[in-house]
C-alpha cells in the first residue's frame, strides 16, 4: 500500500479526520473533512451532490474506494466494519425497529455493546428522561409523533457513546411547526454533545441554525468550507447565493470596477483586483419602465422580464438580458410597472449595495 | 331573497345530476362478455364439484366409527407429527437459505434460486426416486450415513420426514425470501451502526419483521408436506404405523375400503380449509 494522500487539514489525534473517497460507476465523490471534539459541522448541498454517500461512508455503510481515510481520535477506521466503528447515526426517517419499544429501541445499542439487560434498559430510561419522553417509554415506534420519533432516534443514537454522530437530514421528515420545536432541541442536544457531529442538509436554515461549520458539497466535492455568516455573506457558486439568496457573479476586479464573465460591469464599493465575487440582495434591485434619466445609479442594466412569483409579501421577478438577476419588489410597484413575463425593463442597483470580495 | 332561492335551486340541480347520472350506471347490468363469464363458471364449477361430491358421499351416519379406527388414527398422527418435524427441518434450514438468497450476492446466485424452486415444478415420484440415489441404503451420501453412523433413512419415519421436507421447503424458501426481498435492508444497515453483528442484526432485527412471512411460510410448507404422497410412497414405502401417512392410507383404502377412503379424504378436506382459513387474510384476499 502506498502513502494515503493526506487531507489539507493538520492530523490531529483528537476528533475527526477524514478524506472521504467514493467512487460508483459515473459518480466521485472526493471530500476531505476534520473536525475538533465538540464541533457540529454540516454538510450541505443540492440533492445528489453526494453528502448522503459521505455520511454512509463515515458509518462503514458504504465502502471507501482506494486514497479514502478515516481517521477518528487518532484510530483508522478506514476498513473497520460499521458495527465495530464508535460512530451513532440518526437516519432520515430515524428507523426505529417497529417491533420495539422505545425504550427496547434505545437499549439496543448497549445490549450489543454487552451490557446486561436490565442495566441496557435503565440506559435507556435514563436517555428518554433526557429527551423528555420518559412517558413514551413503552410507546412502539408507529405510535410516536414524528418530533418524538426523531428524539428516541437521537437517544438511541447516543446511548452507543460514539465517538462521532452522524445526522441525515435531521429535520426533514417533520412538518413545519414540528421542524421549529425540534431544531431548537436538537441544537441544545448537539451543543452538550462533547465527540463530532456532522449532520447532512439540504435547508440551509438546518445547517446554519445547527452547526458551527457548513461544508457546502456538490457533485461530491466541497466547493466552499466555513462558518455560516461568512458563507451566507460571501456565497461562491450559484448554489450557496441563491440558498442565502443573493445574486452572484463572478468576474475580474480593476479598482471599483468588475468586469463579469459574460460581459457587463458592475461598480462596487470596494476598491479590489483580479477575480472576484460581487453579491447583492434581489431588494438591493430598482426597476423603471423607461430608462431612467436622474438616477446616480451607475449600475444600470437592460432587461426583460423571464418569471413572476411571490416571495412572502414581495414579488420575485427573475430577469434576463444584459444581466441575469431576481429583483424583489412589493406588489404595488409590480401593478404599477405592469410588470409580465416578457416584459422590458430597466435595472438598478447602487454600488454601495454590492459587495465584492476575492475569489 | 328570490335570488338566494333561485341560487339554491341551481346549486341542488347541480349536485343532484351527476349523482342521479351515477345511479343510472351503477342500476345497468355489469358488462361481461359471455365467451369470458360461460368458461368462468364452468371453470368454478370444475374446482368445486369434486369437493361438493366428497361431501354428498361421505359415510355421514359411520363418520364416527370411521374415524374413531385406530388405522386412521395412527395415520392421522403420523402425519401431523411428519409435517410438522417437515415444517421443522424447513424452518430450520430454509430461513438462512432464504436470508442467503435476498441479502447476499454471490456468483451464480440466480442459478441456485433455480435450483431451490425446482422441487416445486419436479413430480413428486422423481423426487422420491433422486432422494433414494442419494440418501438410499446404497445412495450417494447414504452408503456412509448406514457404514459410519448406522442410520438408514428410506422405509423409516425419518424418511417420510426427509421426503417431505424435500418436497415443501421450497414454498418456504421461497415465501421467505420474497418477504426479506420487501423487508427494508436499512433496518439491519441500522443494528449495525448500533454495534450488531450480521448474525445479531438477522436474530434481533430482520427476524421479528418478517415473522409474518415466515408464518405464511410455514403455514404453506405444512400443508403440503401434509398432503405428500409421491415422494414419500417412493423413498419411505408404505408401511401402516411407520411410514403409512394420510395420502398414502386414503390411496389404500380406495381399493378395499371406499367408505373409509371418502372418511380420511374429510378429515384432510377439514385441515385444509382450517388452513385456508387460518391464511385468508394473506392469500385469499383480492389484491386491490
Keep these: 500500500m502506498t502513502d494515503p494522500t493526506l487531507p489539507p487539514s493538520k492530523p490531529s489525534d483528537k476528533g475527526l479526520d477524514a478524506h472521504l473517497v467514493v467512487h460508483r460507476d459515473t459518480f466521485r465523490l472526493d471530500i476531505a473533512l476534520a473536525a475538533a471534539p465538540g464541533d457540529v459541522v454540516a454538510l450541505l448541498g443540492p440533492n445528489g451532490a453526494g453528502k448522503s454517500t459521505a455520511l454512509r461512508a463515515l458509518a462503514g455503510l458504504t465502502p471507501l474506494s482506494d486514497g479514502g481515510l478515516i481517521r477518528l481520535d487518532g484510530t483508522d477506521l478506514g476498513r473497520t466494519p460499521p458495527e465495530a466503528r464508535p460512530v451513532g447515526v440518526v437516519f432520515q426517517d430515524y428507523l426505529l425497529f417497529p417491533h ?8 439496543f445499542g448497549p445490549r450489543c455493546q454487552g451490557v446486561p ?69 436538537l441544537r441544545r442536544h448537539l451543543s452538550d454533545f462533547e465527540a463530532v457531529a456532522v449532520l447532512v442538509t439540504h435547508d440551509p436554515l438546518d445547517a446554519m441554525v445547527l452547526a458551527d461549520r457548513l461544508v457546502v458539497v456538490e457533485h461530491g466535492r466541497v466547493v466552499q468550507e466555513g462558518t455560516p455568516s461568512d458563507i451566507a455573506r460571501h456565497p461562491r457558486t450559484d448554489y450557496i447565493a441563491q440558498l442565502v439568496g443573493l445574486n452572484l457573479y463572478r468576474g475580474a476586479a480593476e479598482g471599483h470596477t468588475v468586469r463579469l464573465d459574460t460581459g457587463p460591469a458592475i461598480t462596487t464599493t470596494e476598491d479590489l483586483s483580479g477575480p472576484v465575487f460581487v453579491a447583492f440582495p434581489p431588494s438591493a434591485v430598482t426597476l423603471y419602465r423607461d430608462r431612467p434619466t436622474g438616477s446616480s445609479a451607475r449600475n444600470l442594466w437592460r432587461c426583460e422580464v423571464a418569471g413572476l412569483e411571490t416571495h412572502g409579501d414581495q414579488i420575485r421577478a427573475d430577469l434576463t438580458g ?31 449595495q454590492t459587495h465584492a470580495y476575492p475569489a | 331573497m328570490t335570488e338566494l332561492d333561485a341560487s339554491d335551486a341551481a346549486a341542488d340541480t347541480l349536485t343532484g345530476g351527476p349523482r342521479r ?37 361421505a359415510p355421514w351416519r359411520d363418520l ?24 421443522g427441518v424447513s424452518l430450520v434450514l430454509g430461513v438462512p437459505l432464504a436470508w442467503l438468497l435476498a441479502r447476499t450476492d454471490f456468483p451464480g446466485r440466480g442459478f441456485v434460486r433455480a435450483l431451490v424452486t425446482l422441487p416445486l415444478v419436479l413430480p413428486p415420484v422423481v423426487g422420491g426416486v433422486a432422494l433414494l440415489l442419494a440418501l438410499g441404503r446404497n445412495g450417494v451420501v447414504g452408503q456412509w450415513l448406514d457404514s459410519w453412523f448406522g442410520i438408514t433413512l428410506p422405509f423409516t419415519t425419518a424418511g417420510v420426514v426427509v421426503a417431505e421436507a424435500f418436497v415443501a421447503m421450497p414454498f418456504l424458501v421461497i415465501s421467505v425470501e420474497g418477504t426479506l426481498r420487501a423487508a427494508d435492508p436499512r433496518y439491519e444497515e441500522a443494528a449495525a451502526t448500533l454495534g450488531a453483528s450480521r448474525f445479531t442484526a438477522f436474530r434481533r432485527v430482520t427476524l421479528p419483521l418478517i415473522a409474518p412471512g415466515i408464518a405464511a411460510g410455514a403455514v404453506l410448507a405444512w400443508a403440503r408436506a401434509l398432503g405428500e404422497f409421491g415422494a414419500t410412497i417412493t423413498f419411505a414405502g408404505n408401511f401402516p404405523g411407520r411410514t403409512q401417512t394420510m395420502p398414502l392410507a386414503v390411496y389404500l383404502a380406495l381399493q378395499n375400503d371406499p367408505a373409509a377412503a371418502i372418511a380420511l379424504s374429510l378429515v384432510l378436506l377439514a385441515v385444509s380449509i382450517a388452513v385456508l382459513a387460518g391464511l385468508r387474510d394473506r392469500w385469499t384476499a383480492a389484491p386491490s
Excluded: I
Design chain 1, 100 to 107: 420495539l419499544s422505545a425504550l427496547d429501541n434505545v437499549a
Design chain 1, 117 to 185: 439487560k436490565a442495566a441496557a434498559r435503565e440506559l435507556a430510561a435514563q436517555w428518554l428522561e433526557r429527551m423528555g419522553l420518559a412517558e413514551h417509554a413503552a410507546a412502539k415506534p408507529r405510535r410516536l409523533s414524528g418530533g418524538q420519533a426523531q428524539r428516541v432516534a437521537l437517544a438511541r443514537a447516543l446511548a452507543t457513546h460514539p465517538r462521532l454522530l452522524l445526522l441525515d437530514e435531521p429535520l426533514a421528515a417533520l412538518d413545519a411547526r414540528t421542524r421549529l420545536d425540534v431544531r431548537s432541541q
Design chain 1, 322 to 352: 444584459e444581466l441575469a438577476l431576481a429583483a424583489d419588489l412589493t406588489t404595488v410597484a409590480a401593478a404599477e410597472l405592469d410588470l409580465h413575463t416578457g416584459a422590458p425593463v430597466w435595472a438598478t442597483v447602487k454600488a454601495a
Design chain 2, 21 to 57: 347520472r351515477r345511479v343510472r350506471t351503477g342500476g345497468r347490468p355489469a358488462g361481461v362478455p359471455l365467451p369470458l363469464l360461460l368458461p368462468a363458471l364452468v371453470g368454478l364449477a370444475f374446482l368445486l364439484l369434486p369437493l361438493l361430491a366428497l361431501l354428498l358421499r
Design chain 2, 64 to 87: 364416527p366409527n370411521q374415524l374413531t379406527s385406530t388405522a386412521v388414527w395412527q395415520a392421522l398422527q403420523l402425519s401431523l407429527v411428519c409435517a410438522t418435524a417437515a415444517t
